[in-house]
T-cell receptor, first 116, second 113 residues
Framework: KNQVEQSPQSLIILEGKNCTLQ??????????LRWYKQDTGRGPVSLTI?????NTKSNGRYTATLDADTKQSSLHITASQLSDSASYICVVSGRAGGTSYGKLTFGQGTILTVHP | GAGVSQTPSNKVTEKGKYVELRCDPISGHTALYWYRQSLGQGPEFLIY????????DSGLPNDRFFAVRPEGSVSTLKIQRTERGDSAVYLC???????????FGAGTRLSVL
């Protein structure tokens, strides 16, 4: 069964600090990996998307890394802000031709709380 | 608006009742997805439409759940004989075509009392 596991389950940091969230997946064949940010009461919003050939991708203060060999990804947040408080969800999509194509498998999310 | 719109935003119903949840995708998006998100969990896939047809309904938990997209645009998720375990946020997403980035609505929070 395709799975996406995230750690930690929750994280509390002080404003201005950096943090790193982890994601391990078993989806195969693999097409791409996305990190979504979900604010409370809102739908998920895409932060980054990486294919299996990409190792790193940045979006402002967010930097995602991908190791397709070990099936691991991380999301690094630099100089955190109060508005970064949200759930961060790792999402993996299967490759065309596989049964998971176009279907997203979601991790359970990491709840990040940034305190002033 | 330009985004995915879901109505109602909140729905409270009694056990055993029938509910309908509506999704208006982004104009021109041919692919539409329904997900269910329980508290503290990531969304779980329910059903995917390509155009008017349900191309993959493997995520529907049982035959009480049904979804339609008769004209290839708006979709309705229908739940019969609701149970307390159906309480969750139901998310809809659309993409230009299958495999492209999915844009999510804000969801409908269903509470079955």
């Amino acid at each position: 069964k395709n799975q996406v596991e995230q750690s930690p389950q929750s994280l509390i940091i002080l404003e201005g600090k950096n943090c790193t969230l982890q994601c391990n997946y078993t989806v195969s064949p693999f097409s791409n990996l996305r990190w979504y940010k979900q604010d409370t009461g809102r739908g998920p919003v895409s932060l980054t998307i990486m294919t299996f050939s990409e190792n790193t991708k940045s979006n402002g203060r967010y930097t995602a890394t991908l190791d397709a060999d070990t099936k691991q990804s991380s999301l690094h947040i630099t100089a955190s802000q109060l508005s970064d408080s949200a759930s961060y969800i790792c999402v993996v999509s299967g490759r065309a031709g596989g049964t998971s194509y176009g279907k997203l498998t979601f991790g359970q999310g990491t709840i990040l709380t940034v305190h002033p | 608006g330009a985004g995915v719109s879901q109505t109602p935003s909140n729905k409270v119903t009694e056990k055993g009742k029938y509910v309908e949840l509506r999704c208006d995708p982004i104009s021109g998006h041919t692919a539409l997805y329904w997900y269910r998100q329980s508290l503290g969990q990531g969304p779980e896939f329910l059903i995917y439409f390509q155009g008017t047809g349900a191309a993959d309904d493997s995520g529907l938990p049982n035959d009480r759940f049904f979804a339609v997209r008769p004209e290839g645009s708006v979709s309705t998720l229908k739940i019969q004989r609701t149970e307390r375990g159906d309480s969750a946020v139901y998310l809809c997403a659309s993409s230009l075509v299958r495999g492209h980035i999915q844009y999510f609505g804000a969801g409908t929070r269903l509470s079955v009392l």
